[in-house]
């Protein structure tokens, strides 16, 4: 790794850290956009199994790409692990919490054929797929706000928020659009799992019209919030990218607006937030004329331009502070060593084609469309 100095790491790292996210969006994102999705696109228990079926055989797969979205924060961005994930500790506890409903929901709602049995662990599979979305959108809406925390001398970090304290109308917008986001990925993937002829198929569509509308309004909403209002931040002064980790070395400052600066000096950044509006309207397109590829296809690129808006908005800031511009944590500041970024390079070159090459192949030989046949005689379907 001679040939790759500390600040080009560095930029691997911030990319492929936006790479794992986007996978998690668009993997095991439309498996909770299904599960929120469940009550209100199906109607009885055969219908709601040919909606649980649609991910029954992925969902579990799928998760690779949350915990590797973890494990790089924990190693590549030590300094944003400690304090995102001690300071937004009840909020994990709620994802988690509901991510905890989806395995015990699928296993368990078909143990028994009462009803009221099946009924209520379809809406702890609502719950788990709602709830990690909204509070996902929420965390995303503090991280562009800035987070309540600050570091002593001694670089430890001192958490001065509360639960409560982190919904607020922007980040609350924020989860909403993440929410709307990843419904309209849900919808889209029922209409391409599904037998066509369903009315879950049409209740599928209807929803992900009204989902693609909303994406693209509170997307805009986003876009208005951050360009007018008093959300943004700075680095002031010089910035050493090859520098020691130390993010008590850099100066920043809150400055509303800032985080569109990276457009105007760099205008190919561009390409995510068009990417955004575009996918959302190419899915919308895809419902309405009944063209599944297109709509699953808009729906991705969508929830792609989305997340990628908010990492190019925001570099080179990972987490800034709202208390304490000063306790910033950036690309240039908040890094491991040199020579642990370079063996985790090493590291993902090696397993993240054999991960591609898997998930490839598990969705190829269980690709097809879940009918009503299929859940009346396959006692092995959920």
Known sequence: MAFLDYEMLRLIWWALLGILLIGFALTDGFDLGVAALLPFVAREDRERRMVINTIGPTWEGNQVWFILGGGAIFAAWPFVYAVSFSGFY????????????????????????????????????????????????????????????????????FY????????????????????????????????????????VHARARAIGTV???????????????????????RIVGDVDPLGPSNPLRTTSEAAAGAWLANYGAHPWMMIAP????????????????????????????????????????????????????????????????????????????VFLPIVLAYTAWAYKVMFGRVTARDVATNPDFY
């Not at 009803?115 to 788990?128: I, S, Y």
């Not at 639960?163 to 919808?187: I, R």
């Not at 909303?214 to 208005?224: D, R, T, Y």
């Not at 004329?289 to 729906?299: C, D, K």
């Open 160 to 199: 001065e928020g509360t639960l409560l304290g982190l919904f607020t109308p922007f980040t609350l917008l924020c989860g909403l659009l993440s929410v709307a986001m990843l419904v309209l990925h849900g919808s889209a993937w029922i209409t391409l799992k599904v037998e066509q002829t369903s009315a």
């Open 274 to 349: 068009i990417l955004g509006f575009a996918g959302a309207l190419l899915a919308l397109f895809g419902i309405r004329r009944g063209s599944e590829p297109a709509a699953f296809t808009g729906s991705s690129l969508s929830a792609a331009g989305i997340i990628a808006t908010v990492g190019l908005s925001m570099f080179p800031f990972l987490l800034p502070s709202r208390i304490d511009p000063h306790s910033s944590l950036t690309v240039w500041n908040a890094s491991s060593s040199a020579h642990t970024l370079a063996i985790m390079v090493v590291a993902t070159v």
């Open 90 to 157: 009840l909020a994990m506890f709620l994802v988690l919490s509901a991510l905890i409903l989806r395995p015990v929901g699928f296993k368990y709602r078909s143990k028994r054929p009462d009803p009221a049995w099946r009924a209520r662990w379809d809406w702890a599979l609502f719950v788990g797929g709602l709830m990690p979305a909204l509070v996902f959108g929420v965390a995303v809406g503090n991280v562009l706000s800035g987070a309540p925390f600050r570091l002593d001398s001694d670089l430890r970090a």
């Open 211 to 233: 989902a693609a509308l909303l994406s693209i309004l509170l997307f805009a909403g986003g876009w208005a919030f951050v360009a007018y209002g008093d959300i943004g931040y």
